[in-house]
């Protein structure tokens, strides 16, 4: 009598984790001499050596930064040069500033010796939809009225203590004696401003104005360059020769230039008392 074939399922031996890995292994080696060839072979892992080399230090002689003869660029300066440019300013470019304020910080660590700032003489100012504007001193050093005459800055013209003056060895905008400083009692330096810059400082309520780091310009180990311009990543800030004028430019308070970014940029038709 012919026997029928067994239904009952055999018994399966449950796979342990050491049969799965093995046959993960054998699988990815006929893979490899499949796709490969028959001579394609399981290579050992390669070992790697990483070297960590020491960062060095080279001096270079001031000299070989700036050879003389050489004229040096007009717009963008970015390196140190021992003919710093005399006037110099800072040129502004709000549509890349990123809003981290860093420049706020490395003002008030340069001027104030701590992260203040409140004690800034550079302020970011944050506006809808991603808008930053950037309001520092406008370097209006040379101030042209609307008879085409010229005249003293707004702000140097306007103190009654006689204590603001253009530095000669900048071009920045100074303070004499800041003891002599009625601050925001007196402000006839922040009502003569059309950008409404001058800022008062918080503990002494003296009046606060970019200087461009007198104290940097000349020192190499500073980068020969203001604060903010060195710590702002994203170029949004930089130092070049002075332009006549260009106060007329800068000169707007900070709703001013959001309205003018947005009617560049985006083609918006707004009025600065319409920003928020």
């Known amino acids: 009598m012919t026997e029928k074939p067994s239904t009952e399922k055999p018994t399966e031996k449950p796979v342990t984790r050491r049969d799965f890995l093995k046959g993960l292994a054998v699988g990815t080696v006929a893979g490899l001499a499949i796709g490969g060839g028959a001579t394609a072979t399981l290579l050992p892992p390669k070992t790697v050596q990483t070297i960590v080399e020491k960062p060095t230090t080279v001096q270079v002689p001031v000299a070989q930064v700036q050879p003389s003869g050489v004229k040096r660029p007009t717009l963008f300066i970015t ?108 402000g006839k330096c922040f009502e003569a401003c059309p950008a409404k810059y001058p800022y008062f400082h918080p503990a002494t309520d003296k009046v606060m104005i970019c200087d461009l780091c007198e104290t940097r310009v000349d020192d190499p180990t500073k980068n020969g360059i203001p604060a903010c311009v060195e710590a702002c990543p994203n170029d949004a800030l930089h130092v070049m020769d002075f332009v006549p004028y260009a106060g007329k430019t800068f000169s707007r308070t900070p709703e001013e230039f959001a309205a003018l970014i947005a009617k560049k940029f985006y083609n918006w038709k707004i009025k600065p008392e319409e920003v928020e």
């Not at 890349?96 to 660590?109: I, N, P, R, T, Y």
């Not at 104030?112 to 001193?137: L, N, T």
């Open 79 to 186: 390196e140190y040069f021992t003919d710093y440019p005399k006037p110099f300013m800072i040129w502004r470019r709000h549509e890349l500033c990123a809003g981290d304020m860093l420049c706020e910080v490395a003002c008030s660590m340069a001027h104030e010796g701590k992260i203040w700032p409140e004690a800034s003489r550079i302020r970011i100012y944050h506006f809808s939809d991603q808008m930053e504007v950037i309001h520092m001193c406008a370097m209006c050093r040379e101030w042209q009225d609307p008879t085409g005459a010229k005249s003293p800055p707004p702000c140097v013209a306007a103190c009654p203590q006689g204590i603001l003056k253009v530095s000669d060895k900048t071009g920045a905008i100074i303070v004499t004696d800041i003891s002599k400083c009625l601050g925001s009692k007196c």
